[in-house]
């Protein structure tokens, strides 16, 4: 079982440390949370080592254990093959936060219905409607939030109007996360931008039934992968009803 913990452990560390540093730059709930998936992680690795070389011991002391030779790999080699792999994972994923999927999974997304700019749409307890869509957003995002850094493709700003219908305090940060489909296969996320522009969730206020907000989603993009083809989409998961994933065509 630890051959199959080790491996994974390592990988959680990997994708642990990016999560990490968006957590810090973001200034939110992820850095907390990072830092405990990857205590959780090194301690499982630790454990997991911990407990091989016990087992190799016990089988070597009864006899049932030889080494094949100076050619062998040892657990430390191994442990530090893992480290390495993660680290090489960590950094690639650090700067890229969008998610390749095969041209099957995307053209379905693709196939579904799709509004335009200006459709009011049913979202969860909003209705939301797709403003615009800003394709030279650099110098804002930089003004607005200067950790988030020089782009690697190019920022773009989606910018929504909602009207919250629900009962209870509405939370349109949490609410309506939005994601953008290219024509490359991939589905871009906000970590790859600005989660919050420069807001800090606490300085945001709760909505009521019947309150407007505008809601912003900042994308890092190569303006190659903006076509007929590509989708914004977002999904109030956690809606009682109207909770599926709807999708806009780039005004």
Request: hydrophobic fraction near 40%; proline fraction near 4%; glycine fraction near 8%.
């Amino acid at each position: 079982m630890n051959f199959v913990s080790f491996p994974l452990a390592a990988v959680a560390v990997g994708l642990g440390i990016p999560a990490l540093v968006k957590g810090i730059k973001g200034r939110n709930i992820a850095k907390p949370l990072s830092i405990a998936a990857l205590s959780i992680a090194a301690l499982s690795m630790v454990a997991a080592i911990v407990v091989n070389t016990v087992v190799v011991d016990s089988l070597r002391d009864a006899g049932l254990w030889e080494d094949n030779g100076p050619g062998t790999e040892t657990s430390a080699e191994s442990f530090a093959e893992f480290l390495e792999e993660s680290e090489e994972l960590s950094e690639s994923a650090q700067n890229d936060y969008a998610y390749e999927y095969s041209a099957g999974y995307i053209a379905e997304k693709v196939a579904q219905p799709a509004n335009a700019a200006g459709d009011e749409v049913t979202v969860g307890d909003y209705t939301v409607t797709l403003v615009e869509l800003d394709r030279d957003a650099e110098a804002e995002v930089l003004d607005r939030d200067p950790s988030a850094g020089a782009p690697d493709h190019n920022y773009v700003i989606a910018r929504f109007s909602a009207v919250y219908n629900g009962e209870g305090d509405g939370r349109p940060w949490l609410d309506l996360p939005a994601e953008l489909v290219g024509t490359d296969n991939k589905i871009y996320s906000v970590m790859g931008c600005s989660m919050s522009l420069g807001m800090r969730t606490v300085d945001q206020e709760l909505l009521s039934k019947g309150d407007t907000v505008t809601q912003e989603a900042c994308f890092d993009v190569p303006d190659s992968a903006l076509g007929e083809d590509s989708r914004l989409s977002m999904r109030m998961i956690l809606a009682e009803q109207n909770n599926d994933e709807v999708f806009w065509r780039l005004p």
